[in-house]
């Protein structure tokens, strides 16, 4: 049976993503889990996490509930936020609490849809918990009925068809908040506190905030780019 006493741990708090590419400079399982760390050491109520070796790394140093993802790119679709079955497989050797996957209407790699993909995670794992990383409001209505556990706004501003949105998208969450019974994560453009405080005032159940508090170059540019 699922588990839903994860999100009685996270309801009305902060969700700290600790992710970093390989590109970026602070690329490594271990300087992430330091990551997780202090946000858990701060208040944190969650982490959400990229790849396996960081969330194994991670589950290590903390006891909080998680969020995992894994970040594919594939050359003949725009979705790379645990894009197959494949990802979602490999997240479930975690034993990570939630699993996001994009919930997009973009076609997966292969043409695949949503429907086929995570319709053949639900058939594989029943007891898994879901997250849908949405982009609009129709988005996350859909995802509801396929069957996702929690909806989230991560996606608002980065699809074609939302460039250009306010984020972080207090309307979309406002909307959706007053239309879904499950959870509603506000995740995306939340740079400062007040934002924070906003998302849930607009009906989030709980925020996820990734680059204000774990990614230094995002940081010091919003610094520098007054000066």
Known sequence: MKDYSVFDRVRGGLIVSCQALETEPLH???IMSRMAVAAEMSGAV???ANTVA????IRKAVKLPMIGIIKQVYEDSDVYITPTLAEVDALIQTGVEIIAMDATKRLRTGGKS?????????????DQLFMADCSCFE?????????FDCVGTTLAGYTSYTKGTALPDLDFIKKIAKAVQVPVIAEGGIHYPQQLRQALDAGAFCAVVGGAITRPQEITKRFVEVL
């Open 28 to 30: 490594s399982s271990y």
């Open 46 to 48: 969650g982490i959400r």
């Open 54 to 57: 960081d969330i194994t790394e």
């Open 114 to 126: 949503l429907e086929e993909i995570f319709g053949e995670a639900r058939a594989k794992y029943p």
């Open 139 to 147: 988005e996350a209505m859909h995802a509801v009925e396929l069957g």
